[in-house]
């Protein structure tokens, strides 16, 4: 039993990350209707920034942690300039493919200056964390869980209690309509991209001290969170937070139990066999088509 | 005095004109009704003075300003309003927060002038207080429309465009939302209305203006229309008019 928590607490950790991520994910397919794949290396320098703020000009943890996801927020208004602004009209796919580009220059980048050494990153509590029944808390999972349940929160209050989080709603539902009532359209777009991408910045940075800081986590973290975006339902919010918890306790139970080799696979027949019987995902769309 | 002034206006989405220099304007208080046959461009003239066409030219003033080359939200913000074709109502918010974000170009509304407002909205409307926590995807199409004019509303227009606010309801509804747009005049509010539904258009309204392929074709009272027997035919629904 003492097993079977500990694997629960582990993946839930896991799997908040990958939800985090997905989050972002889907909010620019609200937003935009763009899919980002650089939306994992929003995560990936993320966890760079906050080694640079450590190990290089030796902040301290909180302060580092703060400036990282600024700056990373910045950063995602500059992405969607580069990326999304000047093909907005010509449809998704280029945006798309834009994406794609500013993935494997922001990676290469990296590499560039940081070379292929993993970094290490230290965890955000000195404490390695203290049993329960027979379950080791480990303090960073903690802070994973902890993190990721406050921002869901945040997240659901500014969307569904504030007159803000409605415009940008109704920015996603019908961009021409919105701008016929004057909301600021490009403005809500722009506000949307800079939270996608502190989004995955917080993920980088509370996955960083777990797994090595290396130029190609964004793509694993990215590919399990696109994935998680399907079986939650494509665009859901819910489903995005639902379906990256379940893909880490899957793939954690599955290397566990079954094989460690095959951990990543889990996943993928996991999203395969969504495909084949629930195509709309758990949480199916919860707007029709607009007629 | 004349609150909307077009002059030879042209408009174009890609290579044709849509318009081709057409000339209307609309006097402060007024009712004016665009009639004409589908793709006449109607839509397209509402359109281009809510700065939605992106190839614009020629003259196009409310008031004092030129609308030419605003942004569609600087326009909002001068006070037109514009309830589009298909009603567009937010379909994933509710009633109420769709007639909220109607006030979203009035910088510095007090949050309870805002909600006496909206009450006010559902008082014109009365059909919509059971409703006003329903998702906007779960309404009919004349709960839409009412909608879509409440929020319009919300603007504090001082020119409401109102594209085809008959299409696709039930006889009894077209008659309960013209009775309301007559309401909003009398209530200070200048209105330009496109209407295929030529009847009801000009049981309402003050001039009417008879468009047929980008071009102005005639214009009038609604007795200077309903007697010209050429337009009537061709246009305005054949001798069934009244």
């Known amino acids: 039993m003492a097993m079977f928590l500990q694997l629960l607490f582990t993946g839930m950790g896991i799997g908040a990350v990958y939800a985090l991520v997905s989050l972002g994910f889907?909010?620019?397919?609200?937003?935009?209707?763009?899919?980002?794949?650089a939306q994992g290396d929003f995560a990936m320098l993320g966890a760079y920034l906050l080694v640079l703020g450590l190990n290089v000009f030796s902040l301290p943890y909180p302060v580092a942690i703060v400036l990282t996801i600024l700056l990373m927020a910045i950063f995602g208004v500059l992405f969607a300039g580069a990326t999304y602004w000047p093909l907005r009209f010509r449809g998704a796919l280029p945006v798309i493919i834009s994406t794609i580009g500013a993935q494997i220059f922001l990676e290469n980048i990296v590499l560039y200056l940081y070379g292929p050494v993993p970094q290490v990153l230290p965890g955000v509590f000195n404490s390695p964390g203290f049993t329960v029944g027979g379950v080791f808390m480990d303090s960073q999972y903690l802070t994973i869980l902890a993190t990721a349940s406050l921002l869901v929160l945040l997240q659901y209050l500014v969307f569904e209690k504030t007159l803000l989080g409605k415009k940008i709603q109704a920015t996603n539902q019908d961009k021409e309509m919105a701008s016929l009532l004057g909301i600021p359209v490009v403005f809500m777009i722009l506000l949307t991209f800079a939270y996608s991408a502190a989004l995955g910045a917080v993920a980088g940075v509370l996955v960083g001290p777990i797994l090595f800081v290396s130029v190609g986590m964004g793509g694993s973290i990215a590919l399990k969170a696109f994935a998680a975006n399907i079986i939650g339902g494509y665009g859901?919010?819910?489903?995005?937070?639902?379906?990256?918890?379940?893909?880490?306790?899957?793939?954690?139970?599955?290397?566990?139990?079954?094989?460690?080799?095959?951990?990543?696979?889990?996943?993928?027949?996991?999203?395969?066999?969504?495909?084949?019987?629930?195509p709309q995902g758990l949480f199916g769309e919860k707007v029709a088509e607009k007629a | 005095m004349k609150l909307l002034d077009i002059e030879n206006l042209t408009a174009r989405y890609n290579a044709s004109d849509v318009l081709k220099g057409i000339s209307f304007s609309v006097e402060e208080g007024e009712i004016v009704a665009l009639l004409g046959a589908n793709g006449a461009g109607k839509s397209t003239t509402l359109r281009a003075i809510s700065g939605l066409v992106p190839h614009v030219s020629g003259g196009l003033r409310l008031g004092d300003t030129s609308l030419l080359g605003l942004h569609t939200e600087a326009i909002v913000r001068l006070g037109v309003s514009h309830v589009p074709e298909g009603r567009r109502v937010f379909p994933g918010l509710t009633v109420e927060e769709n007639i909220i974000l109607g006030a979203s170009n009035r910088k510095g509304l007090q949050k309870a002038v805002l909600m006496r407002e909206v009450d006010e909205k559902f008082e014109l409307f009365p059909d919509l207080v059971r409703l006003r926590h329903t998702l906007g995807w779960k309404l009919s199409g004349g709960q839409l429309q009412m909608v879509a004019v409440a929020r319009g509303l919300m603007a504090k227009p001082r020119l409401l465009l109102l594209d085809e606010p008959s299409l696709g309801l039930a006889p009894i509804v077209v008659q309960q939302v013209f009775d309301i747009v007559t309401e909003i005049r009398r209530q200070g509010t200048t209105v330009l209305l496109v209407e295929q539904n030529a009847n009801i258009a000009l049981s309402i309204a003050d001039r009417g203006y008879v468009l047929e392929t980008g071009k102005l074709l005639v214009q009038g009272t609604p007795a200077e229309l309903w007697g010209n027997s050429q337009i009537r035919e061709a246009y305005l629904g054949g001798a069934s008019a009244a």
């Open chain 1, 26 to 37: 889907v909010l620019l397919i609200c937003a935009a209707n763009i899919v980002n794949f």
């Open chain 1, 236 to 278: 859901s919010i819910p489903g995005a937070i639902v379906g990256g918890l379940l893909l880490g306790v899957a793939e954690t139970f599955g290397a566990a139990y079954i094989s460690v080799p095959y951990k990543d696979a889990f996943a993928f027949l996991i999203v395969l066999a969504f495909l084949a019987v629930r």
